[in-house]
């Protein structure tokens, strides 16, 4: 176990009856989604697609509330548990680098409100944040900070 362990550390985190049952269960990623929470912090579960013992992930679901993200395209579960568990990190890891994109990219064109509930919530929070250190830093390059905190203000309303 302590093999898997440094191959996957995230299962350093995980009892070793759950990861007995983790790594007993491997071949079929169905049963690893009760685990998720236990491996992940805040997913609850990836949406499965497809017949048999190897599905393909489509997304996740967090557990804090509900949000949903779709991958761009599907990741088949193929390989050992630790590998394709990593292969899921990955795959977020792109899925939510490309929403950040796009929603950079629209975020100055539409409306905050709509903009804000556009992404998941974890995309607007950076993205916001990118957005405030940019506006903090131009204001005060031209030595402006009272502008700044009007400005901020504004966005609040």
Known sequence: MDGKRRAFPRFYFVSTTDLLDILSNGNNPTKVMTHMPKIFQAINTLYLKGDGDRPAATG?????????????????????????????????????????????????????????????????????????????????????????????KEMLV
């Open 60 to 152: 996740f679901e967090s557990c804090v509330g509900k949000e949903d993200v779709e991958f761009e395209t599907p990741l088949k579960l193929v390989g050992k548990v630790e590998s394709y568990l990593a292969d899921v990190i990955e795959k977020m890891r792109s899925t939510l680098r490309s929403i950040a994109g796009k929603s950079n990219k629209v975020k100055e064109s539409m409306e905050r409100k709509d903009w804000l509930v556009m992404d998941p919530s974890q995309i607007t929070l950076l993205m916001s944040l990118i957005s405030w250190v940019r506006t903090v830093e131009t204001h005060m390059k031209a030595n402006s900070l009272a502008k700044c905190l009007e400005a901020q």
